[in-house]
């Protein structure tokens, strides 16, 4: 496992092959969560918006980003974009160039977190306006230097309120699978990222998993909660940058 510090850069060669790129949004997000990131590595990679909003398991999302993905692509998953991530090298390991997890998790669902989850639905459904991620979510998604950015907030409620309810329930009741054997199994270049202060998908879930996949680089950013593509989105955009111009030696 290697450890990378955020501000570090490598100079790389000019003529690196493009890459195709897919980027698997979380739940409740949409392409607006990757703009910083589809802006800034447009000139080393064509990146493609995964849509997640339809299928009830990790599978059929899985499959539906793979009916239309590129014969072989650079993969990167947020949240709950990282579990369909990690079910695409389940089902295609062949098809995946390299693989990015930033902000998600291995671990299957307990019955607790199922319970949990289910309880949001009830909420979710019951009538009024649907505000998705309201101040105390916020809370605890956001660090706490980004709470009152209202720039980030209004980019999370916008994608709330586009997706909706509906959306919510869907992906929220989709029954998140054990990531740890697709882990061990990967031999092409991965990056596992988080913010230092992620809550929702805490830092020492990704220390494990990079302890599963020896050739991983692990990336903290700091002063970044939960949502590190908005939060901290240059050194998101770097990170991507280094894991797309580093040498692959998977056949």
């Not at 997640?52 to 709950?80: C, H, M, N, Y």
């Not at 389940?90 to 693989?99: C, D, E, K, S, V």
């Not at 990079?210 to 989105?233: C, D, W």
Request: proline residues 6%.
């Amino acid at each position: 496992m290697k450890q990378r510090a955020e501000g570090r850069t490598e100079s790389r060669s000019a003529g690196a092959e493009r890459a195709e790129l897919i980027l698997i949004p979380g739940l409740l997000n949409d392409a607006e969560l990757w703009r910083d990131q589809v802006s800034g590595l447009s000139g080393i990679a064509t990146c493609h918006i995964a849509d997640i909003t339809k299928g009830g398991t990790q599978r059929e999302l899985a499959q539906s980003v793979l009916a239309d993905a590129p014969a072989r692509f650079a993969l990167a998953g947020f949240s709950l974009g990282g579990y369909v991530a990690q079910e695409i090298a389940r089902l295609a390991p062949g098809r995946i160039t390299r693989l990015a997890l930033l902000d998600t998790s291995f671990r299957p669902d307990t019955s607790e977190r199922l319970a949990g989850r289910h309880a949001l639905n009830k909420a979710a459904l019951a009538p009024g306006r649907f505000h998705g991620f309201g101040d105390r979510l916020l809370t605890t998604y956001l660090d706490p230097s980004h709470v009152a950015d209202e720039r980030i907030v209004a980019r999370i409620r916008a994608m709330t309120e586009r997706l909706g309810a509906e959306t919510f329930v869907r992906q929220n009741g989709i029954e998140r699978k054990d990531g740890t054997e697709v882990l061990r199994s990967l031999t092409c270049p991965v990056t596992i990222l988080c913010g230092e202060n992620d809550r929702v998908t805490p830092l020492a879930d990704h220390y494990e998993m990079a302890r599963l996949v020896p050739q991983a680089k692990l990336v903290v950013i700091p002063g970044s909660g939960h949502m590190t593509p908005l939060e901290n989105p240059n050194a998101v955009t770097e990170a991507l940058r280094d894991w797309l111009l580093e040498p692959n030696q998977d056949p």
